[in-house]
Nanobody, 123 residues
Framework: QVQLVESGGGLVQPGGSLRLSCAAS????????MGWFRQAPGKERDFVAA????????TYADSVKGRFTISRDNAKNTVYLHMNSLKPEDTSVYFC????????????????WGQGTQVTASS
């Protein structure tokens, strides 16, 4: 069975950095595009970034371009989200997700989801 497990969330001051990890099991990792999404209380789940199975293609939400970087290590079945220059509005629960082949920015296109990790940017 497919499992996605996020880690690396926490409390950071505005302007700080965090790296999220998502370890995948139960799937042929390199054939899945991976996405990061976030959801604040009372709000919809929003797209953050996605990466193709090979790692060659990436897509970002406008709100995080230039600050966040998505990457993956197929040998470790892990996808990362490097977050720099964090802002209070980045505070959310962050989820990783997997879908076969083509990456997407739409949550409904993803087949598998992790349980989420909390990121809080606050002084």
């Amino acid at each position: 069975q497919v499992q996605l497990v996020e880690s690396g969330g926490g409390l950071v001051q505005p302007g700080g950095s965090l790296r999220l990890s998502c370890a995948a099991s139960g799937l042929t990792f390199s054939t899945y595009s991976m996405g990061w999404f976030r959801q604040a209380p009372g709000k919809e789940r929003d797209f953050v970034a996605a990466i193709s199975g090979s790692g060659a293609g990436t897509t970002y939400a406008d709100s995080v371009k230039g600050r966040f970087t998505i990457s993956r290590d197929n040998a470790k079945n892990t996808v990362y989200l490097h977050m720099n220059s964090l802002k209070p509005e980045d505070t959310s629960v962050y989820f990783c997700a997997a879908r076969p082949w083509v990456r997407s920015s739409r949550p409904n296109d993803y087949n598998y989801w992790g349980q989420g990790t909390q990121v809080t940017a606050s002084s």
